[in-house]
């Protein structure tokens, strides 16, 4: 299910934690989550404090994750919504660095459809067409509870932009519109 998996645990949050997670929809017939990444995990990328903050902001720290005692979901979901949100409308051709791509040497959407690529790599569909209007949902985890979906008023938050690949793991606009090819 996700890098670091154990025990069948599907790298959820652990005892009074809470994490926020990316996931491709729909990516392979047999799963419906395909990982991407999660948060605080991916703060263990950033090269220091200081790049983290500069990603995601002041408030939010690895300590902030893990000191969670009340396991309220509602909560986690708030939370993971205003760290999320803010994520969610970077443009998918941005060079910008955030939880996704923390280097921003290359376009998230470029890092995104190489690692769809190295998953379909043996699909025949991909080889020849790529793949097209991939949706990127945010979920959450709650103290050893499964993956939710992050929620706003009853509607479930995904990334604003589609991902579309070509064959070769490169993105392109959905659209067909212009975009940022190199960072």
């Given at each position: 299910?996700?890098?670091?998996?154990?025990?069948?645990?599907?790298?959820?949050?652990?005892?009074?934690?809470?994490?926020?997670?990316?996931?491709?929809?729909?990516?392979?017939?047999?799963?419906k989550?395909?990982?991407?990444?999660?948060?605080?995990?991916?703060?263990?990328?950033?090269?220091?404090?200081?790049?983290?903050?500069?990603?995601?902001?002041?408030?939010?720290?690895?300590?902030?994750f893990?000191n969670?005692?009340?396991?309220?979901?509602?909560?986690?979901?708030?939370?993971?919504?205003?760290?999320?949100?803010?994520?969610?409308?970077?443009?998918?051709?941005?060079?910008?660095?955030?939880?996704?791509?923390?280097?921003?040497?290359?376009?998230?959407?470029d890092?995104?459809?190489?690692?769809?690529?190295?998953?379909?790599?043996?699909?025949?569909?991909?080889?020849?067409?790529?793949?097209?209007?991939?949706?990127?949902?945010?979920?959450?985890?709650?103290?050893?509870?499964?993956?939710?979906?992050?929620?706003?008023?009853?509607?479930?938050?995904?990334?604003?932009?589609?991902?579309?690949?070509?064959?070769?793991?490169?993105?392109?606009?959905?659209?067909?519109?212009?975009?940022?090819?190199?960072?």
């Amino acid at each position: 299910f996700c890098p670091g998996e154990r025990n069948g645990n599907e790298c959820r949050a652990g005892d009074n934690a809470y994490k926020c997670s990316v996931f491709f929809e729909n990516l392979t017939p047999r799963r419906k989550l395909t990982w991407i990444g999660a948060l605080p995990d991916a703060l263990k990328k950033a090269k220091n404090k200081a790049e983290a903050k500069e990603i995601l902001g002041a408030d939010v720290t690895e300590e902030s994750f893990n000191n969670f005692p009340g396991c309220q979901a509602s909560a986690a979901n708030a939370r993971c919504y205003t760290t999320l949100n803010k994520q969610r409308s970077v443009p998918l051709d941005s060079c910008d660095r955030n939880l996704i791509n923390t280097s921003g040497s290359e376009t998230i959407g470029d890092y995104l459809c190489k690692q769809v690529r190295r998953w379909k790599k043996n699909d025949s569909d991909f080889k020849a067409n790529g793949i097209k209007n991939l949706k990127l949902p945010f979920y959450y985890s709650a103290c050893n509870g499964p993956w939710e979906p992050v929620t706003n008023s009853g509607s479930d938050l995904y990334a604003d932009e589609d991902l579309c690949c070509n064959p070769d793991g490169t993105f392109f606009r959905c659209d067909g519109s212009d975009f940022n090819q190199f960072c």
